[in-house]
C-alpha cells in the first residue's frame, strides 16, 4: 500500500514561515510529478505548486515568489517552503503525486490526508 503522510502545518503569524514535509512510502518503482494542494474553509481545492521528477516547478500566481516546492528523490519527499504568510493562505494543504509501484506499468495519483495551517492577523 502506497501512502503519503504530511507534516509541518500549525499556527503561525501573518508574515512568518513555515515548512511543510511530505513523505512517500509502499512498494513504490517510481514517482513522478509531486504536488501541493490546499483548500481553504468553504471553497474548492486548488494548486499550489507542483514539480516534475526532473525539477520543472510551477506555482499558483497567489503563492509565486512566495512559496518555493521541493523534493528529495532519493528519500521520497517533497516539501513545501512558505515565506510571507498571509492569512488567506489559511488552509488544509495536501500532498499529491503520481506513483507507480513495483510491478505496475502505470502511475496512479495519491493523495495524503492534509496538514492544516493557520496564518492570523
Known amino acids: 500500500q502506497v501512502q503519503l503522510v504530511e507534516s509541518g502545518g500549525g499556527l503561525v503569524q501573518a508574515g512568518g514561515s513555515l515548512e511543510l514535509s511530505c513523505a512517500a512510502s509502499?512498494?513504490?518503482?517510481?514517482?513522478?510529478?509531486m504536488a501541493w494542494y490546499r483548500q481553504a474553509p468553504g471553497k474548492q481545492r486548488e494548486l499550489v505548486a507542483t514539480?516534475?521528477?526532473?525539477?520543472?516547478?510551477n506555482y499558483a500566481d497567489s503563492v509565486k515568489a512566495r512559496f518555493t516546492i521541493s523534493r528529495d528523490n532519493a528519500k521520497k519527499m517533497v516539501y513545501l517552503q512558505m515565506n510571507s504568510l498571509k492569512p488567506e493562505d489559511t488552509a488544509a494543504y495536501y500532498c499529491?503525486?503520481?506513483?507507480?509501484?513495483?510491478?505496475?506499468?502505470?502511475?496512479?495519483?495519491?493523495w495524503g490526508q492534509g496538514t492544516l495551517v493557520t496564518v492570523s492577523s
Open positions: 509502499g512498494i513504490i518503482a517510481s514517482i513522478n510529478t
Open positions: 514539480m516534475t521528477s526532473g525539477g520543472t516547478t
Open positions: 499529491n503525486a503520481d506513483i507507480r509501484v513495483v510491478g505496475s506499468g502505470r502511475y496512479r495519483e495519491v
